[in-house]
């Protein structure tokens, strides 16, 4: 059952019908158990008056019994009590009293008399009415006791079943909370810095969709965490080595061990140019980040930007021996965005491509589908394994764990600021790659005014 409103409301029914049920039958028996009692009550005059004509017509009790049972009203009565004679003995038995038995001062306290011209022949003694017999001067009335039996009857069966409600409504909802109880408890062990958090997932209702959820936004957090740990390490990584380089040829200047040269200071020149784009890079992401990086954008010839990257590399792939193509229709529509913007995300794809496609071509190619352009960036160099393209984007990921940066490389962050940028302009990039084949990466941006 996947709905939590349904589980509660058949919940509900359920407690309900039981409740409804178990008052109807310890209603419905005791009703007529005192049903009985009232109708032996009730009769308790014909019965005494019936008593009374046999004992003025026969002046004796004997063969009471066969005379009663002759009329099956007179029957039913005399089932529900105990002849007695004017001394106590019992004459005519019943449930509990024999013949000839002697009725003890209690109980004959509650028998009713039989009396012939106003004389005491006999006495009758109402079992149902032996437990509670009603006190003198007591207004009693067969009806009356019998509505206030059941009445507590009825009391005594809605207690129960009330009870008996609480019970089971307790284990549904101990049921209900349990995982919720489990999601507080993980909650707070979250604020408190722990990531490893699971909850159990019961059901498919809204609670479980919830403990699915946090399940997973656990361990997006923990993953978040954890490439901040290790975004930090990098970042130190990255700034240490050119400020050793730097304060090194410094102290040795200083010191008098080295000698100024033209060599040196283009060095030195380097490291710095190195960390100011580090910094750069970082101010860029900071601003996606918050969502605060300006764009001035304008309408694109998408075939334009292409050209402007190729004419930018096409020297330097000439030198490694790799094509530089590009291919993209002259009728393209045109697109609305940043051009500096959009030239630093094409120029990091295919310095990219370059850095990993020694021989072979690489090919920027732009065409047009449905209301937006898609422009690739693919090579023939080394390709990417499949474990590392989930991570590709990641800020200072590398695919090679054991590279050293070379002083001409760029930070580590290139691939998540270009992705940064085109998700600022709205659009996306993809990356498909296979290794020993070569890499694509996808970028898709709307048309002007789509």
């Known amino acids: 059952m996947r709905s939590l409103t349904w589980k509660l409301v058949l919940a509900f029914l359920l407690v309900s019908l039981i409740s409804v049920v178990l008052v109807a039958l310890l209603v419905s028996q005791r009703t007529r158990s005192e049903f009985d009692r009232f109708l032996s009550a ?59 038995q002697r009725v003890p001062a209690g109980p004959l306290s509650a028998a009713t008399p039989v009396k012939v011209n106003g004389q005491v022949v006999g006495w009758t003694l109402l079992l149902a009415s032996v437990d509670s017999p009603p006190r003198p001067g007591d207004d009693f009335s067969p009806e009356t006791d019998f509505l206030q039996r059941i009445a507590w009857a009825t009391v005594a069966s809605a207690a129960v079943a009330g009870l008996l409600a609480l019970l089971l409504g307790g284990l549904l909802a101990r049921t209900l909370t349990q995982p919720l109880r489990e999601l507080t408890a993980a909650t707070k062990a979250m604020a408190a810095g722990q990531f490893d958090q699971r909850v159990s997932v019961r059901s498919r ?83 996606t980040d918050a969502g605060e990086l300006l764009l001035n954008r304008r309408t694109v010839d998408p075939r334009a930007l292409l050209e402007r990257t190729g004419l930018a590399y096409i020297v330097q792939a000439e030198q490694q021996g790799t094509a530089l193509r590009i291919e993209a229709p002259e009728s393209l529509p045109s ?100 290794p020993g084949q070569g890499t694509v990466f996808t970028m898709t941006l709307a048309l002007a005014g789509a």
């Open 42 to 100: 009730r009769d308790r005059d014909v019965l005494i008056s019936a008593l009374s004509d046999y004992y003025a017509a026969n002046n004796s009790w004997e063969n009471v019994g066969p005379a009663l049972a002759e009329s099956p009203p007179l029957s039913f009565y005399i089932r529900g009590a105990v002849l007695l004679d004017a001394d106590g003995v019992v004459v005519l038995a019943n449930r509990g009293y024999t013949a000839g």
């Open 205 to 287: 209702d809204e609670i479980g969709e919830l403990a699915a959820s946090f399940n997973q936004m656990n361990a997006d957090l923990a993953q978040a965490s954890q490439a901040r740990k290790q975004m930090t390490a990098d970042l130190a990584h990255d700034l240490r080595t050119p400020l050793t380089i730097l304060r090194g040829y410094m102290e040795g200047l200083q010191g008098g061990r080295l000698q100024g040269s033209a060599n040196l200071y283009g060095i030195m020149f380097g490291e710095v140019v190195h960390l100011q784009r580090l910094v750069e890079d970082l101010r860029t992401l900071s601003l």
């Open 335 to 434: 697109i609305y965005v940043d051009t500096d913007r959009m030239t630093q995300v094409l120029n990091n794809l295919v310095s990219n491509a370059l850095r990993h496609t020694q021989r072979g071509e690489i090919v920027l190619s732009a065409t047009a589908v449905d209301a937006a352009v898609q422009m690739t960036v693919s090579d023939t160099g080394i390709g990417i394994e499949a474990a590392d393209l989930p991570f590709i984007f990641n800020r200072f990921y590398s695919t090679d764990k054991a590279r050293q940066r070379s002083a001409n490389e760029a930070s580590g962050l290139g691939l998540a600021i270009a992705k940064a940028i085109v998700e600022a302009h709205g659009g996306s990039l993809t990356v498909a790659s296979s």
